[in-house]
């Protein structure tokens, strides 16, 4: 009988020292972590966004001047700077510039253009503007419910190419700077804007939409 409880002893301390090894290993492995990822950082809305379906045209101001990147190219036919400022209610939206290019996609951007038109060169024009919410509270607004190219035809913003977002709820003082442009049929001499009303929060009208003129 003393046999038998000795060997269930050495079997229990056996057993034991068996054991710990594998927990300071564990231990270990717990130390040994790897690294924390680190933020990344948010780029500041001030800075430059580029377009993601047309090439880069701010350096584009001489008419017949090109600019090609892989994107396509964009040929400057028409360009003024109205330097027209409106302000509807708690928003003011300046009118930087319109420019009105011949447009040749790449092979790479056909597909998203073929929403708009079957062609592979097109006219387009497009506005630059930048809006500021001056108001205490956030307000929703649209600078092109309405883009007029002449007195039969327009345009509204499914017809946009651009997309930035510039049709939005505007939080207080909030800014955004961008463009909306749209594929042209005939030559331009003048366009007529229409902007949307200023909505509150809660849908209410601030201001009626305000329309202006824009002369190339």
């Given at each position: 009988m003393k046999q038998?409880?000795?060997?269930?002893?050495?079997?229990?301390?056996?057993?034991?020292?068996?054991t710990t090894p594998d927990t300071i290993q564990e231990k270990s492995s717990e130390k040994s972590s790897p690294k924390q990822e680190t933020p990344v950082s948010?780029?500041?809305s001030a800075a430059y966004v580029p377009n993601p379906q047309l090439p880069d045209d701010r350096k584009l101001t001489k008419v017949d001047a090109s600019v090609t990147d892989a994107k396509g190219e964009l040929t400057l036919t028409q360009f003024v700077r109205p330097g027209i400022t409106r302000t509807i209610g708690p928003i003011t939206m300046k009118v930087e510039e319109v420019k009105v290019f011949h447009a040749r996609p790449s092979y790479g951007m056909i597909d998203f253009f073929h929403g708009?038109?079957?062609d592979e060169s097109f006219d387009l024009v497009k506005t630059r503007?930048?809006?500021?919410?001056?108001?205490d509270e956030p307000v929703t607004f649209n600078p092109v419910a309405h883009f007029k190219l002449d007195a039969t035809t327009?345009?509204?913003?499914?017809?946009?190419?651009?997309?930035?977002?510039?049709?939005?709820?505007?939080a207080p003082g909030e800014t955004r700077r961008g463009n909306f442009g749209f594929?042209?049929?005939q030559p331009l001499t003048s366009v007529e804007?229409?902007?949307s009303d200023v909505l509150s929060a809660k849908r209410d009208v601030l201001r009626k939409g305000s329309s202006l003129t824009l002369r190339l």
């Open positions: 038998i409880l000795a060997a269930l002893m050495l079997g229990t301390i056996l057993s034991g020292c068996a948010i780029e500041k708009f038109t079957h503007v930048t809006i500021t919410n001056g108001g327009e345009k509204t913003l499914q017809d946009d190419v651009y997309l930035e977002s510039l049709a939005a709820t505007y594929i042209i049929e804007l229409l902007t």
